[in-house]
């Protein structure tokens, strides 16, 4: 697929991607026509076009996925540990073979640069390799001294079922598969329901899964709005649900599992802070500060978009990352040169203005950006595509709203500490100042003092002079930022359920 043209219009029009205009799901090992003559729009936030569309499922089509992924259960969760960890694989096989259309496919759903899109199709493959290499660990007897002595139990993981499982729109891919492969390693049967903005991007995800020949109703694929999702989180015939998504649309989910008693993992919303120390290096610091303040124009849940700097070095600090973000060139996601897109829908687009408005209200200092961009001066075809202007808030004070609440776009916000003799209690008190504890970064070239600030930021996740996602560490929030982890043997065991059996031995 070419896309090295160089307007927006011609970019597209190069693409041949496999999946636009569809009228069907995947329910039971095929694709199977939509009943419902109902649509959702799929649209290009950096045109405005409207390029896709999908079926919306009907309750009595909900009722057939989750039948059929029940119907499939005991025979994938009758197989060992390594018999599934091999389809793993070859689904890894097969997302690495449709990684392009892939990653173009999201980028045209939502805005994420190409870039991004490219990084994230090789994540997922990655992903479903990791939770393969965890086959050992699942298949592994476990036998436990039963004392004084005479007995012993033996602890059985078993699969706990239907999973339904609801993604998210910023990164539509990775946050469906990091629960997606442990879910299928540990035996469940899925469900699965994209966020209504990026429907598409899964269906390639889909054929991998199809190509891989896992069997029939293991993995079920329905498109829809919100209603759907709530639909699926009540369905009596699923076991567990994962979600990641917004704070508020989490509590809805966990109100419902609770009233079901049904388990739940949900990763949510954050406000993370990087605490820079005294003595960090401000240069090595500019080498990651978009991937760790802004990645994805800053639609992306743990990132730092909460820098907060000593007094003694504030202006030095608003210098370096007012310039490295202006630095970061802004237009047409499918150009790989393109460091931030558009916000991904109009209604986001709207929140995110509104929040600048607020700053510029509340006496912030605007240092870049600061207000929506121009589609049409960043590059012919861009007219109607919905961008904000990356943009650097210094003199943020707690109280302002950008400093409490989550934005989801291109907005930093720099707060000041006093570091008189060296102190950073009044860094990490800002930095845990806050409802959600999802991320965090300590920049600092002491790492030893680094670590120790690091714990005592109140977070699931806090990096040292960087931040990233280990397939091997648990993932999850504190506070409103979620309830459980993903990631690691601790994301797998989230898909299990434990039964003790005690048995006598031989003295």
């Known amino acids: 697929m070419n896309v090295a043209a160089q307007d927006a219009g011609s970019r597209r029009a190069a693409l041949d991607l496999p999946y636009t205009h569809v009228n069907d799901f995947y329910i039971n090992g095929e694709w199977r026509t939509a009943t419902d003559a109902s ?18 499922a009907t309750a009595e089509e909900l009722d057939v996925a989750v039948g059929s992924a029940r119907a499939a259960l005991a025979g994938w969760g009758g ?30 759903e939502n805005g994420s640069p190409i870039t991004e899109t490219r990084r994230a199709a090789a994540n997922a493959a990655g992903i479903f390799r990791y939770f393969a290499s965890l086959a050992g660990w699942l298949d592994r007897d476990d036998v436990r001294h039963f004392p004084p002595g005479g007995a012993e139990t033996v602890v059985e993981r078993d699969p706990i079922g239907v999973c339904g499982l609801i993604a998210p729109w910023n990164f539509p891919i990775n946050l469906v598969v990091i629960k997606l492969a442990p879910a299928l390693l540990a035996g469940c049967t899925t469900v699965i329901k994209p966020a209504s903005p990026t429907p598409l991007s899964l269906r390639l ?23 759907l999702g709530d639909a699926l989180v009540r369905h009596p015939g699923v076991n567990k649900i994962a979600f990641t998504g917004s704070t508020p649309v989490g509590r809805k989910i966990a109100a ?6 049904r388990p739940v993992t949900l990763e949510l919303g954050g406000k993370s802070s ?17 991937q760790s303040c802004m990645r994805n124009t800053g639609q992306t849940c743990y990132i730092s978009t909460r820098i907060i700097a000593p007094a003694s070095r504030y202006e030095e600090v608003v210098r370096m990352v007012s310039e490295t973000i202006s630095a970061g060139r802004q237009g047409d996601p499918l150009d790989d040169s393109t460091v931030f897109g558009p916000v991904a829908t109009r209604s986001q687009f709207e929140t995110v203005i509104e929040y600048v408005e607020s700053a510029h209200a509340e006496g912030a200092r605007v240092v870049a950006g600061g207000v929506a961009a121009d589609g049409g001066s960043l590059g012919a075809g861009l007219e109607g595509g919905v961008f904000v202007q990356p943009t650097v808030f210094a003199d943020v004070t707690p109280d302002m709203r950008i400093s409490r609440e989550e934005i989801f776009g291109p907005v930093i916000s720099i707060l000041k500490y ?28 002491d790492e030893a003092r680094a670590m120790e600030v690091a714990r005592r930021v109140d977070s699931g996740s806090v990096g040292i002079n960087f931040f990233g ?15 459980g982890v993903e990631y690691g043997v601790e994301g797998l ?8 059996i005690h048995r006598r031995v031989a003295g």
């Open 39 to 56: 649509r959702n729009p799929v649209t290009d936030p950096a045109t405005g076009e409207q390029w896709g569309s999908v079926p919306a």
């Open 256 to 261: 419902a599992c609770g009233e079901l008693l």
């Open 274 to 290: 990087a605490i820079i120390l005294p003595d960090a290096d401000l240069d090595a610091m500019s080498f990651v500060l978009i």
């Open 418 to 445: 006093d570091d008189a003799g060296g102190s950073v209690d009044m860094a990490v008190a800002l930095a845990n100042n806050t409802e959600f504890g999802l991320g965090g970064i300590v920049f600092g070239v």
């Open 205 to 227: 995800i889909i054929d991998a899964v199809h190509a891989a020949g896992v069997p029939a109703g293991v993995v079920n694929l329905l498109t829809g709005s919100g209603r």
């Open 493 to 500: 065991s989230a898909y299990l359920s434990l039964k003790s």
């Open 79 to 108: 197989l060992s540990g390594a018999e599934r960890a091999a389809y793993l694989l070859r689904i890894a096989d097969e997302i690495e073979s449709r990684a392009e259309p892939l990653a173009l496919t999201n980028t045209r």
């Open 469 to 483: 996602s280990n397939h091997a560490a648990p993932f999850g929030g504190r506070n409103d930022s979620g309830l």
